[in-house]
DNA sequence: ACCTCGACCTGGGCGC
DNA sequence: TGCGCCCAGGTCGAGG
């Protein structure tokens, strides 16, 4: 569930710890979450080598260090928390066992035991996440970056090639929207927001948009995601910040969860249907 | 080129 | 109390 403005969450709550910290040993302990290196290059790797710039581009994390790079998505249920010993009360899911303990948590998979007794702790139910270590120098090279399109906090988010992409394709929109080709960062909850904003259908197929309703889902696309920023992320079951406090932005969204529901906008009950595959919660009166 | 479906994975909620 | 079932969802790959 972890989608942009909840892996910028993470983000901003790291950066106020991470940078300038040093990695003293690494425990994996479960070793498929890796997509490259081999897990012992990876844990040869990181000790010594210290925390620089935290980034993010859509719902990849990106972490560099002194000569390398860790790319983390969250997947679904990932947890990416910081142990600081000075403060350990309501300090992530789990404190973190001293380098060789045995496991007491079996959904914690990854720790790096950082100076000063401190940790970064990765936690994930469900196992969809991926970490991946890369190179400085080629990090911004690696797949899972070069194929996401615009991240739409940024400048390269641009409306002429977003109102050309969904020219050129007949899915529905709400397809487009998940497509992380097209717009980098919107998972089923900022989409279903994003249309519902908008007043689209989520149905409705690309291409038979007018430039007005593009132009309409394009300024709400940023909007629902700095409004999911600014209340710290949408915690329905699982998500956590870095500091293990969960997102205050559940009670603020419109469509999504709501089915049922009456629309903030004219009062109609939302209805819950399946679009590409997907559950989307929209509203029959006021989206078109 | 797009669509749908299954796979991955687990816990929670539900019906019986 | 407990069991089995289905669902949630990001992403990828298979098959139509």
New binding site residues.
């Given amino acids: ?3 942009l403005p909840e892996v910028e969450t993470v983000r901003r709550g790291l950066e106020r710890h991470l940078p300038g910290r040093r990695i003293e040993s690494v425990e994996l302990r479960c070793e ?1 979450l890796l997509g490259r290196p081999d897990p012992e290059s990876f844990c040869r790797a990181l000790p010594g080598q210290t925390f620089r710039r935290l980034d993010r581009l ?3 994390l990106i972490l560099e260090l002194d000569h390398q790079g860790l790319l983390v ?5 990932g947890q990416l928390t910081f142990w600081d010993p000075a403060h350990p009360e309501g300090q992530g899911p789990a404190a973190p066992p001293a380098p060789g303990h045995p496991v007491r948590d ?2 914690l998979h990854l720790i790096l035991h950082l100076e000063g007794a401190a940790a970064l702790l990765y936690r994930d ?4 996440g ?1 970490w991946r270590m890369d190179p400085l120098e080629t990090l911004r090279r690696a ?2 970056l070069v ?1 996401l399109g615009p991240d739409p906090l940024t400048p390269e988010y641009r409306f002429e090639a977003f109102s050309a992409a969904l020219r ?5 929109i709400k ?2 929207l ?3 080709r097209v717009v ?1 960062g ?4 900022y ?1 279903d927001e994003a249309l519902h904003r908008a007043g689209i259908r989520p149905h409705r ?2 291409h038979r948009l007018t430039e007005g309703q593009k132009r309409c889902l394009f300024e709400a696309i940023p909007e629902v995601l700095r409004q999911g920023i600014a209340s710290r992320g949408t915690t ?2 699982d998500f956590v910040g870095a500091d293990g406090s969960p997102g205050g932005h559940l009670a603020r969204l419109r469509a ?2 709501r089915a049922g529901q009456p629309c903030a906008g004219c009062g109609a009950s939302l209805v ?1 249907t ?6 989307s919660t929209w509203c029959r009166h006021c989206q078109r």
């Fill in positions: 569930m972890p989608e498929d859509g719902k990849m998505h969250l997947g679904m249920t079996r959904h139910v469900r196992r969809f991926k797949p899972e194929r050129r394709t007949r899915r529905r397809a487009a998940l497509d992380q980098a919107l998972g089923n909850i989409a197929r690309c329905f079951s999504y969860g819950r399946t679009v590409a595959g997907r559950s």
